[in-house]
């Protein structure tokens, strides 16, 4: 908890956009010449170079979908449910960030754009990025023991000398005891896992159900055809042997950040929201 709270007081919800989190890494940088006037600086970057890819497709969806139903600004200034969902965020949900002056003022559709795109990123494609890898790593515990229950040994000390006569048992003695290793590494391979009712980024079980009106329902066949031509760039990149980091030394492509999924333990697919 104190990691976190040190963590949340530099907390920025316009640096949780994917363009502005790769400008203060120092991996990108505005250039008007590149797509979407964006230019990274590491070429070889598969979650930034297939994350952008997501980011600018939910960006164009979302900013086709407000436009359909808020014509001007005004429309966005007026809209008091609007008003009211975005000053409970703040004032409720960030409560203690409140008053800082990053936040959109949410009066024109701009606003409205940016700040839905922002959400949607965090809640599909970044998480998607940070979760569903977790299983093929640390579903081995002593790549990521969960806890360390001794202090580093003192040189000289007993235990630092059975690290040295028997570095296996010395570890083991160390990090996560068997019977909370079994609740861990089950807790992760289930956040790993797909189900097979899982509904991903672009698609919708009923679209009908959820609005007849023609002009969303064009943008959002128009996002799944972009996130479906993403999948096929992203096989692409990875049978490209230049790439050396979309496979890495060990031949594992880089598929996190791709768009769809089966059922099960995939280390792929970007479910509509995160779902636990």
């Given at each position: 908890m104190e990691m976190s709270s040190a963590i949340y007081k530099s907390w920025?919800?316009?640096?949780?956009?994917?363009?502005?989190?790769?400008?203060?890494?120092?991996?990108?940088v505005d250039d008007k010449n590149s797509p979407n006037g964006l230019r990274l600086l590491i070429k070889d970057y598969p979650y930034a170079v297939d994350g952008l890819e997501i980011w600018f497709a939910i960006e164009k969806w979302v900013k086709e979908y407000c436009s359909f139903y808020y014509k001007s600004d005004g429309m966005v200034h007026q809209d008091a449910e609007l008003q009211a969902w975005w000053k409970e965020l703040r004032e409720k949900g960030h409560g203690d960030k409140k008053d800082e002056p990053w936040w959109p003022?949410?009066?024109?559709?701009?606003?409205?754009?940016?700040s839905c795109t922002i959400i949607i990123w965090v809640a599909s494609a970044l998480h998607a990025a940070v979760n569903f890898g977790q299983y093929p790593y640390a579903g081995y515990l002593p790549n990521r023991p969960t806890i360390s229950r001794k202090f580093m040994p003192e040189k000289g000390s007993p235990e630092y000398q059975l690290i040295e006569s028997d570095p296996e048992r010395g570890f083991l003695s160390i990090v996560t005891p068997q019977l909370q290793t079994l609740v861990g590494v089950s807790l992760i391979e289930i956040l790993s896992r797909h189900t097979s009712d899982e509904v991903y980024l672009g698609q919708r079980k009923d679209p009908?159900?959820?609005t007849t009106d023609s002009g969303p329902l064009k943008a959002f066949h128009d996002?799944?055809?972009?996130?479906?031509?993403?999948?096929?760039?992203?096989?692409?990149?990875?049978?490209?042997?230049?790439?050396?980091?979309?496979?890495?030394p060990v031949n594992v492509p880089y598929t996190l950040l791709f768009p769809t999924s089966e059922a099960g333990i995939t280390g792929m697919g970007i479910p509509n929201s995160v779902s636990i």
């Open positions: 920025n919800f316009l640096e949780q956009a994917l363009p502005n989190d790769l400008k203060k890494r120092g991996i990108a003022k949410m009066n024109t559709i701009e606003d409205l754009t940016h009908d159900e959820w996002f799944g055809n972009r996130l479906s031509e993403i999948e096929k760039r992203i096989i692409q990149m990875n049978n490209d042997k230049t790439l050396k980091n979309r496979v890495g």
